[in-house]
Structures are given as C-alpha cells and as structure tokens.
C-alpha cells in the first residue's frame, strides 16, 4: 500500500497507470506493477469499497480475472479501465474454469508444432485471429505471431496499428459486461447481437430486453500503439489485414511479407500491403471503383473472384491522405451520378446537383453558380448541342498487374482447396447417400460404412453391386 500511494521509498519500475470504476459510481487511479496479478488489485481496492478482497471481482474486456492472473498478461495499457464489482456469492473461480492443456506434437518435418486453438492466450478478450483453423498447426517459433494480430486504422495515429478487441453492453454501453462466450469468428465481432452476456452496471435496465432477454455484447476495437483515450477511444477494424502465419507470397510481386491483406473471395488471395495500394491506386486513377449498393465505392478481388468485394472501407485509409480525399470524392460524385444527377463543369467546382428528368438547365445555386447544358456539360444554350470535342489524357496511370505465375500459391485458402480438390480426385461417392469413399485395394465390390446405408455397390458402375460386375470386373 505504502509502495502504491508513493509513501514509501522503493519505487514501482514501469508502472500502468491504471482506472478503477465500480458499478456504484466511484472512480479510483491506481499505478500497478505489470508483474502483479489480480489478488493484489483486489487488497488494494477492496478497502477502498468497504469490501473485503474476496467480495470483489474484477471484470475487463468482457471476462471476470481470476486471482492467479497477471497484469501483463492482460492486453492493458496506459490508462486502461478496469471494473471491479461486489460478487453477489463466493464462487470458486478455480473450479469454474477449466484451463485448456497445450497441445504439442511433433509435424512431418520433426517440428515441434503447438495447437493455437486449444491454447488460452489468457483469461482476457486478447488479441487473436478469431478463426480457429487459422491458428490451429502453428509451430511454436510461430506462436508469438497470434497474439496482437487485429489491425485497425486508428485516426489519432492516423495509420495503420495493433488493435484491441472490447466489449460493452448494447443497451447502457457500459464495459462493465461479461461475456457468455468467446468471438469464434469475425461475424461474432462485426454483426450485432451474436453473443449474449450479463452487464454488471445497470443490471434491472439491461434486462428490460423483453424480445431477446440478456443484453448483447457490442464488440469494438482500440488502438494498442498510444495511450488509452478512455472507453470512447475507437478505431476501425481492418478485419482484411492478417499476419501471414501461412507464408503466403503476394499475387502480384510474389514477395513473402509478415503483414498481408486478404482479399474476401473462397480461394482468399494474397497481396502485400504496398501491392494493395498500388491496386487501389491504379483503380482510383482509372475511376474503375465500383459503386456497390451495400458496401459503396469499393474494389474487388484483381484477380475477378465473384462475391468479392471489399466491405470495410476503412481498407482504403491505407493510402496516403491526398488519395483518399480522391476516393471520397469520386465516391460521391459516383453516388450522385447513379442518383440521376449531374456534376457541374466548371473548373474547380464539381459540386453534385440532382436535376429533374426533364430538364436541361441545370444552375448551380449551391457552388459556383454557374449555368450549363444538362446533355453536353458546356454554358447553357438554347437549341442542340454542339458536337463534343475528345481531350487527350496525358496523366500518367500507375501500373498495376496480377503475376499470373503468382495467383495459385497466393491464396489464403489453397490448403482447404486442395484438400477439396484431392478428395474430388480420389474418391467416389456412394450411390445411395453420396458420402464419399476412398478404395484403398481390393476388389471392386463396395459396401458403404455409413450408419443405416450399408449399400452394396460396384466401383466401377457406381450402381447397385450385381452378377454382372461380379462376373465382369469383380477385381478389375
């Protein structure tokens, strides 16, 4: 206690500077040792509420932390908040938890290769790549790569930076919320209302939910490179944006980088960040953006993938500041044109008009105020328009190309798809419930071991076994 409030000599070596909110409305500024774990935050603001240690608990990034947990292995930074709350029963955390064992195996090469997946990083929403298979077979020189591995594009750093996964409650948008279950995937985080959970802070208003019951978890995301500006601190996700746990070259310069963007489409192709920018780059200059109705002005995979657009566009934060105010601006103008409007002509100006159907003239109240032709974009005038002259283009348009010698090992997914593709070649499915099967030698008669098919049939005819097969190619 002496050491905390600075009364004694010794001094706490970098020290977190650390708030504590209760739900009955106190606020305490604590400096804390990283290496100290939750027990000792619980003595030191226990007194402080009248409580005795063992009456509080401490809740942060939507999980309660247990009394064994240490500071560091939190996901805290300076500033951070912590909640502390009464328990309204002593429960034995211990037994309620149930810590998951490393899984440690050796691979085909001999590597010592851990499962991710079956690993709690710690008893916090820290930061991991929230698909399972992705973090499944990683080797343990690898493992450090899957912590911190959320990007967002922060707008005080105003770059691209580590993230934070939190949580509050939907409906008080308290942090003070614990919730039932982990994120198991990206819909988990990005659409609403996924997981349920029980928020600490206004407990009788957040179960007024009469159509779902529980509150939802609100998921959100913080920059992790500068000092917590608090539980208003937001930052937009980059969900596209991944470490390449997978070392998987770039479809356009083929260069293995650590950071990758991952394009939305089913083989989930491969570009490095400076590709990336030098594809949206080359689009934007080229005004080849699409304007899509759900996700605006946006970029597919370069490789044509269907369903592949890009629906966060915070991706488009990547480029440098005078090219986004661009993309905005072409953006707009491209929701105006395909509203049925116009952009005025005139040099500098550009302003959107929404003009009627039926009418020609078209003044701009709004910009400029100049008055042009609807159909020829020239000065208003009366009767047809004169024939329209073609300016040559001189700018310069960056070249962007796909390495088509790139694009098969330039997918995130190509170990699903070859897997697919190896199942396709090599087995047959049953002519009756279609599980596909695998002859591994033999004859060519077929019984199906699936549980209430059991059908007899010929690999050969893929039809019901019969005399016929038997007397014509029983073994081939």
């Not at 596909?436 to 199906?448: I, K, L, P, S, W």
């Amino acid at each position: 206690m002496l050491e905390l409030f600075s009364f004694g000599r010794k001094k706490i070596s970098n020290k977190l500077l650390i708030f504590i909110k209760t739900n009955t409305g106190q606020s305490l500024s604590l400096n804390l040792d990283p290496e100290w774990n939750i027990s000792n935050v619980k003595k030191l603001v226990a007194p402080q509420l009248g409580l005795k240690s063992e009456e509080v608990k401490i809740i942060f990034a939507g999980k309660e932390l247990e009394d064994n947990t240490r500071i560091s292995e939190c996901d805290l930074g300076q500033q951070s908040v912590l909640h502390a709350v009464k328990t309204k029963s002593r429960v034995n955390i211990e037994s309620k938890t149930k810590r998951c064992l490393d899984v440690v195996y050796d691979d085909d090469n001999g590597n010592n290769v851990i499962d991710v997946a079956s690993k709690p990083l710690s008893s916090t929403l820290v930061d991991l790549q929230l698909c399972g298979e992705e973090r499944r077979h990683v080797s343990e020189k690898q493992s450090d790569k899957v912590k911190a591995n959320f990007f967002v594009h922060c707008p005080e750093c105003k770059k691209l930076c580590k993230g934070k996964l939190r949580v509050r409650c939907n409906i008080c948008k308290e942090s003070c919320f614990t919730v039932h279950r982990d994120p198991e995937c990206w819909d988990d985080v990005l659409i609403p209302k996924k997981i349920q959970g029980h928020c600490e802070s206004f407990e009788i208003a957040c179960m007024s939910d009469e159509e779902n019951g529980l509150p939802f978890a609100e998921f959100y995301f913080k920059c992790a490179e500068h000092v917590s500006g608090g539980e208003k601190d937001y930052a937009a996700p980059l969900n596209l944006i991944k470490m390449n746990l997978k070392e998987i070259g770039c479809l356009s310069c083929g260069d293995i980088s650590e950071i990758v963007l991952v394009f939305p489409c089913d083989a989930g192709h491969v570009t490095c960040l400076e590709c990336f920018k030098l594809y949206c780059t080359s689009r934007l200059q080229e005004r080849q953006f699409i304007s899509h109705e759900n996700y605006g002005y946006t970029l597919s995979c370069p490789v044509g993938c269907e369903n592949s657009f890009i629906q966060e566009i915070h991706h488009f934060k990547l480029l440098d500041k005078e090219l986004y105010d661009r993309y905005q601006s072409f953006g707009a103008e491209e929701f105006v044109i395909q509203s049925g409007g116009v952009l005025c002509p005139f040099p500098n100006c550009g302003m959107g008009i929404i003009v009627d159907e039926d009418c020609n003239r078209v003044h701009c109240l709004n910009g400029c105020g100049f008055v042009f032709c609807k159909i020829c974009k020239q000065g208003y005038h009366i009767g047809e328009c004169l024939p329209e002259t073609s300016a040559q283009n001189n700018s310069t348009l960056t070249e962007y190309s796909v390495n088509p010698n790139k694009v098969a090992d330039s997918r995130w997914e190509q170990e699903r798809i070859a897997t697919k593709i190896a199942i396709q070649v090599t087995t047959k499915p049953c002519p009756k419930c279609r599980v596909a099967t695998e002859r591994a030698g033999g004859c060519m008669h077929m019984v199906c071991t699936r549980a209430g098919c059991n059908f007899d049939w010929c690999w050969v005819c893929q039809t019901e076994w019969t005399r016929d097969c038997m007397g014509s190619h029983w073994f081939g």
